[in-house]
């Protein structure tokens, strides 16, 4: 039977759960992966309450979507009504392997792969179909042009960015209303408290956090690179190098006091401290452990005292981050 969590408004006419799910991971980049096992985590995720659901084109080369589509064919209507799915275009892995991507987001491109989304995931409409990175090539307005277009023809609901500059969404938001910007954002990546958050927030546009355990360096429960499998990619991530992971640790013992008083993970602060940033903030974590996936959502019924926020906001000030968000390659598009 399928559960209920605090729902929230994301832009002007979305309203999900307080906790969404990213579904990269099911597909690729953190491990091993196991078909049925993720079929099973997907259920388990639409039963527990979750009812915004994360993808994008190039999440395992479109394996992400059409796993996402076999499960959501199985579910009553009803179920599947009260689902939000949000998937992406824009960063084409031209590749047959590897992590080599361009980023593309010219009328022909989106167009393209918003039919191949679509036939992946066995839908009609996608709810919210973000752009998964801004082209320097392309031409914002044309963009935006081309996703109202697909709005107009009922392919798609409402309209995201990802990783979004302030002038590059102000440009787009005068062709077509953007109703939800997607970016990192987490207690270890808070670049977007100085500049696109407060526009957001003048804007009512929805945000929707992705990494928001900070690929679970957050939860505490990552001591060193080596304990990932050879194929995870946080081996390469910058921040997960030695010295800078040990370094970055520091953020880690701000947080254990917390836990003891409010007798939650670090990762259920992490989730708490992001819902107190904004009424309109849903951050989407992934996990492919049922066990955590639970923890997650009940970070939404975590309230954490006003001077605790405060002490969390202010660990920007004496916590210097090391280590980029990506590698060289993973940074093309933002900017």
Not at 23 to 33: P, R, T, V
Request: glycine residues 8%; aromatic residues 6%; proline residues 4%.
């Amino acid at each position: 039977m399928t559960q209920s969590l605090p729902q929230r408004k994301l832009g002007q006419h979305l309203t999900v759960s307080a906790i969404g799910y990213g579904a990269m991971g099911l597909s690729e980049f953190y491990g091993d992966i196991d078909t049925a096992k993720a079929s099973s985590m997907l259920h388990e995720v639409i039963d527990s309450g979750v009812t915004l659901i994360d993808t994008a084109d190039m999440y395992g080369r479109g394996a992400n979507e059409k796993l996402i589509g076999s499960v959501l064919k199985t579910l009553p209507a009803s179920t599947r009504a009260g689902l939000t799915i949000a998937s992406k275009c824009g960063i084409d892995r031209n590749s047959t392997s590897g992590y080599n991507r361009n980023i593309n987001n010219h009328p022909d491109y989106i167009r393209k792969c918003c039919d191949e989304s679509l036939a992946r995931l066995g839908i009609e409409q996608i709810d919210l179909y973000y752009i998964h990175r801004i082209d320097p090539n392309a031409v914002i307005e044309e963009t935006m042009q081309t996703l109202a277009d697909l709005v107009k023809e009922g392919k798609i609901a409402n309209v995201g960015l990802c990783e979004v500059s302030v002038p590059v969404l102000q440009r787009a938001c005068a062709v077509y209303p953007v109703d939800v910007v997607q970016t990192e954002y987490s207690l270890w990546t808070r670049e977007i408290e100085d500049d696109i958050l407060p526009v957001l927030k003048k804007s009512n546009i929805g945000l929707v956090p992705y990494s928001p355990l900070g690929r679970g360096f957050l939860t505490g429960k990552i001591q060193n690179k080596d304990e990932l499998s050879e194929n995870d990619f946080r081996r390469t991530n910058p921040r997960f190098q030695d010295e800078n992971l040990e370094h970055n640790k520091r953020l880690l013992q701000a947080l254990e006091p917390m836990t003891v008083k409010y007798n939650c993970t670090m990762g259920q602060i992490a989730l708490a401290w992001l819902l107190a940033q904004w009424e309109h903030i849903v951050p989407i974590p992934g996990t492919k452990n049922p066990k955590y996936l639970h923890e997650n959502n009940q970070a939404s019924l975590l309230k954490l005292d006003a001077a605790d926020v405060q002490t969390l906001n202010d660990l920007k000030n004496t916590i210097n981050i090391q280590g980029e968000r990506y590698t060289p390659e993973g940074m093309k598009g933002i900017f």
